[in-house]
């Protein structure tokens, strides 16, 4: 279900639920809820672009007419596939960090069923692109991720993601990510092809590396 049960606001609304979600994820950043309520509500221009993206791109167009979901069901295989294989590498990216791809919250305030699946789309890759960007989840991991997401879709909820992060860092974290980190992010994020305008599923059997060149993705440099 790409949305349990969709909420429609008025703009007064938006704003108190977008004012309400900030606060409560930069008090508490592990609130998956609360920092999906805040990109729902501050991304839907956002959302729109994405869309417009999707139905210019060969593949985009397949995504938006089949709406594949990255559920236990759909992604079962990768952990059979070659290991070589990116299929492969989501999967122990997954199994490593006993993260289950079910865990993801439902869409709820988006206004068509097609900004919904987009919305949610961008939400269940995530781990794909932590595979493929080969970064940790930890917070740097994170919040270099975040940059690569809000140069790619320009949702204001990354950046506040990446403002949020940095405010948790300590001065040697600060430093790392800055002069390691951040250049890295800012430049694989123009580099790579649309990660919106990719069906990842069908591209479990190829070879990582093949994969990375093929989408034009830089991997994070290991850390000095």
């Given at each position: 279900?790409?949305?349990?049960?969709?909420?429609?606001?008025?703009?007064?609304?938006?704003?108190?639920?977008?004012?309400?979600?900030?606060?409560?994820?930069?008090?508490?950043?592990?609130?998956?809820?609360?920092?999906?309520?805040?990109?729902?509500?501050?991304?839907?221009?956002?959302?729109?672009?994405?869309?417009?993206?999707?139905?210019?791109?060969?593949?985009?167009?397949a995504v938006l007419l089949e709406r594949p979901r990255v559920i236990s069901a759909n992604?079962?295989?990768?952990?059979?596939?070659?290991?070589?294989?990116?299929?492969?590498?989501?999967?122990?990216?997954?199994?490593?960090?006993?993260?289950?791809?079910?865990?993801?919250?439902?869409?709820?305030?988006?206004?068509?069923?097609?900004?919904?699946?987009?919305?949610?789309?961008?939400?269940?890759?995530?781990?794909?692109?932590?595979?493929?960007?080969?970064?940790?989840?930890?917070?740097?991991?994170?919040?270099?991720?975040?940059?690569?997401?809000?140069?790619?879709?320009?949702?204001?909820?990354?950046?506040?993601?990446?403002?949020?992060?940095?405010?948790?860092?300590?001065?040697?974290?600060?430093?790392?990510?800055?002069?390691?980190?951040?250049?890295?992010?800012?430049?694989?994020?123009?580099?790579?092809?649309?990660?919106?305008?990719?069906?990842?599923?069908?591209?479990?059997?190829?070879?990582?590396?093949?994969?990375?060149?093929?989408?034009?993705?830089?991997?994070?440099?290991?850390?000095?």
């Open positions: 279900m790409i949305g349990g049960s969709r909420v429609r606001l008025n703009t007064w609304q938006q704003t108190a639920v977008a004012v309400g979600s900030a606060v409560g994820a930069l008090l508490d950043p592990r609130r998956a809820d609360l920092i999906a309520a805040l990109g729902e509500t501050t991304g839907k221009p956002a959302f729109e672009r994405v869309l417009e993206r999707m139905r210019q791109s060969t593949e985009g167009r992604v079962g295989h990768a952990w059979d596939l070659p290991p070589n294989t990116f299929g492969a590498a989501y999967a122990r990216f997954m199994g490593s960090r006993n993260f289950s791809p079910d865990d993801r919250p439902p869409v709820r305030f988006m206004d068509t069923d097609e900004l919904a699946y987009v919305a949610m789309r961008a939400r269940e890759l995530h781990d794909f692109w932590h595979t493929l960007f080969d970064l940790p989840t930890n917070l740097i991991g994170e919040s270099a991720l975040k940059v690569i997401e809000f140069e790619q879709m320009y949702l204001p909820m990354c950046m506040l993601s990446v403002i949020g992060g940095t405010a948790r860092f300590n001065p040697k974290q600060r430093k790392l990510f800055y002069q390691h980190y951040f250049p890295w992010a800012i430049r694989a994020g123009m580099q790579c092809t649309d990660l919106m305008c990719v069906y990842y599923e069908r591209h479990f059997d190829e070879d990582l590396e093949e994969l990375r060149r093929k989408l034009g993705i830089i991997p994070a440099p290991a850390a000095p």
